[in-house]
């Protein structure tokens, strides 16, 4: 997939793969400068908190309404899992929380709860395939991926606590490197970890507004994405 993969210009937008109902993964870029970060959304199509807030980013990036440091290209992805996110499920059309599925070193078939299906073998989804494709495409040094929890914090994965901190001042969540629970096949372990791209897993508060999760968080994205951009 990753030679068939068009890296959109700025301000434009790609397919780079399809879902297992063949529902188009876009991917929107924002400026054309040479340092690269990742925003994804939709991973679990049951955490809107994460999906509405960056197509709303995304909104504000195409209006003006928020501006980038000159030096950075944002890759967005506001709907990994397109199919999950269409009919409020977690997992995608064949059941597999995609979150689970990445072909990490840790990467199990056990599971106890239905919602966190890891799938029958590691990277087996389409969706899985094209994150793959993706960071190997694009060689991103920053990822932030927005899901939502009961329990709002900044799960940072790989050398990234300063920038989880960086974010912590704007929108007051907690760092924590450990969500309280295993999660192999994830993409903090598959990115972060294992291939040492600074990864942030921003929970944002399950069942939070809309607007009120978007003027929390817009600015501790913002300043991330300017922390590392600042950083040699």
Not at 197 to 214: C, S, V
Request: proline fraction near 8%; charge should be negative; charged fraction near 20%.
């Amino acid at each position: 997939m990753s030679a068939n993969l068009t890296i959109p210009v700025h301000g434009s937008r790609s397919v780079i793969g399809h879902s297992t109902r063949n529902l188009p993964i876009e991917l929107i870029r924002f400026g054309m400068g040479p340092i690269t970060s990742l925003l994804i959304g939709g991973v679990h199509g049951d955490e809107p908190e994460g999906f509405l807030f960056a197509e709303r980013f995304v909104e504000d990036l195409q209006d003006g309404a928020l501006s980038l440091p000159e030096d950075l290209s944002v890759f967005v992805v506001p709907r990994m899992n397109p199919d999950g996110c269409a009919v409020d499920r977690r997992t995608n059309a064949r059941n597999v929380d995609l979150n689970r599925n990445l072909p990490t070193k840790d990467w199990t078939s056990d599971f106890t709860n239905p919602r966190y299906f890891p799938g029958l073998e590691a990277g087996s989804e389409v969706e899985s395939a094209a994150t793959v494709s993706l960071l190997e495409a694009l060689k991103p040094g920053m990822i932030i991926s927005l899901h939502s929890y009961e329990h709002a914090m900044i799960n940072y994965n790989g050398d990234c606590l300063d920038l989880a901190k960086c974010m912590e001042k704007s929108n007051g969540l907690p760092p924590k490197s450990d969500i309280g629970y295993p999660t192999p096949g994830s993409l903090g372990t598959f990115a972060g970890w294992e291939r040492e791209i600074p990864t942030i897993t921003l929970e944002i508060l399950r069942g939070q507004l809309p607007d009120d999760a978007y003027k929390q968080h817009a600015r501790a994205v913002l300043d991330g994405l300017a922390f590392y951009v600042s950083q040699p």
